[in-house]
């Protein structure tokens, strides 16, 4: 690639022409990049990455009248996020090839901005004198597997593909896509804003059911200050969706909606005691603390944005029971295959693939949370993961098959007594939580108590045991009533003498 950009350390700096100044070509091609480059950050800092939408076919994604694994990109234009302009001038088909995939796979349709050298030319006088006369800037449409990073590509759509796929289309639900359909629902949008597309349509929608809470609590409750936090929710909206936030501004505006937020808190707690008496309340009230709280000590990220959506999605949940608010629900068709949890769960015990960020069993996509490398010390007091009181405990190597012939080398640690916890992050509130361990099954038969955030959630039960094919994934399933808050500890304390319990991984998925 030529022309890369350039890195400015102490500001930019311009040719100044003179009388008898003699040019290079290193002179002209500073010129050049000069312009380049003060482009790209006004980009950068004043359009904001994504696609201009509006103009041309405003980069559409559609499947062809033709039923097959192919797509039709339209006309348009987008910026990445190093202020590059990637121009698409006609319409483009780019076929997917399920070869490419390990299937079911969710595929990422991007568009890249790249350079290339073009137009050559060398001098038969002096072959001292040769080179490319133009850099022609063109793009590239692939399809990816790994989440997009705006930094260098600009997403398109997103495919959830599964095995035996024949044909893509488009979605019947654009709002709800179906496998092999096109999803557009995180496709970044230019304006003045830097915000992850996927965390702003969660987001969105977080606001989106908070509207229905609080102008219950105004309108029907005649609750004064729950007035002044719908409208905030509502201007906050309509900025969101205008694209005129970035991530430094969007924790600003949260900041004061917090604030108001504050103000209802009070003032339920001196004129409406039979609601601020509650313990839906209480975490309501505990949460926008620590949302505050967080705010003030000046770690403002994604991590910080995470726990926002998290904590207010929590919140409006708590609101909507103490007050009783009913919140309108969006047409979901609901899957039969969603709830055949059987097959999904016989399927991820003998799964000897990899547990990459997002899977798909018999339909159902999961997403990868966080994950434990047990016996890595990093990973292991990243997730303050510890065993205590145990009456024995051991590392352990094992070089073991799967059911289906797979052979995985692994280490890992068993122990029998006292328990084991461990701390969860990046945790969606109020959806399932699946926690998989890898285990040798030849050490089988045993019961262990489940506690999340100090409450007992269930017992973890491994029946049966297999000598020849000793791998398994144990799964455990916190229902979504115990998934309070982005972060949780987990307790696990065996209820059975004198068998103990080994672990060599643990993933932690919820439903995409």
Partial sequence: MANETTTVTKGFERVNFFKGFVTTVDDWNHVVNYNVDKARLNNRLF??????????????????????????????????????????????????????????????????????????????????????????????????????????????????????????????????????????????????????????????????????????????????????????????????????????????????????????????????????????????????????GMYAEGKLGHEYLTNIIGYQTKSTENLATVFSAKVRQKKVEVDSSAVATDAVFEKMMVKSDEFDEKITIEGITFKRVDWIDLLNKKSEKDHKFRIVDARDKYRTRQKLKYPDGVIVEDVGIAYEGGYAEWEVSNVTPNKDLFVIMRMDYVHGDWEAEMQVNGKKVGTWVCQGEDRKFRWRNLIFKVEARYVGDTFLSVRQTPIKEDRDINMFKLWFYQPA
């Fill in 47 to 292: 359009q904001g990455p994504g696609i201009v939408e509006g103009e041309l076919g405003g980069l559409k994604v559609s499947a062809r009248g033709r039923a097959d694994l192919s797509v039709e990109i339209h006309p348009g234009y987008a910026l990445d996020g190093m202020g590059n302009v990637v121009y698409l001038p006609e319409p483009e088909i780019k076929t997917i090839n399920p070869g490419d995939f390990k299937l079911p796979q969710t595929v990422y349709i991007v568009l890249k901005y790249i350079e290339e050298l073009a137009d050559f030319v060398s001098y038969k006088a002096n072959l001292e004198y040769k080179g490319h006369r133009r850099v022609s800037e063109r793009f590239k449409i692939e399809a990816i597997i790994t989440e997009p990073d705006l930094t260098r590509e600009v997403e398109l759509a997103r495919i959830n593909m599964t095995k035996g796929v024949k044909r893509i289309t488009d979605a019947k639900d654009p709002f709800n896509p179906r496998d092999n359909e096109i999803d557009t629902r995180y496709r970044p949008i230019a304006g003045n804003s830097d915000i992850n597309p996927t965390s702003l349509y969660d987001m969105l929608e977080m606001i989106r059911v908070a509207k229905d809470v609080y102008g219950h609590m105004f309108h029907n409750l005649k609750i004064m200050p729950a007035a002044d936090v719908l409208h905030g929710l509502i201007t906050l909206d309509m900025l969101l969706r205008s694209r005129l936030v970035n991530n430094m501004s969007l924790f600003t505006l949260w900041w004061r909606i917090f604030d108001l937020q504050n103000v209802l808190v009070q003032d339920v707690e001196a004129n409406h005691p039979q609601f601020s008496s509650k313990k839906e309340f209480a975490s309501y009230k505990k949460h926008v603390e620590l949302l505050d």
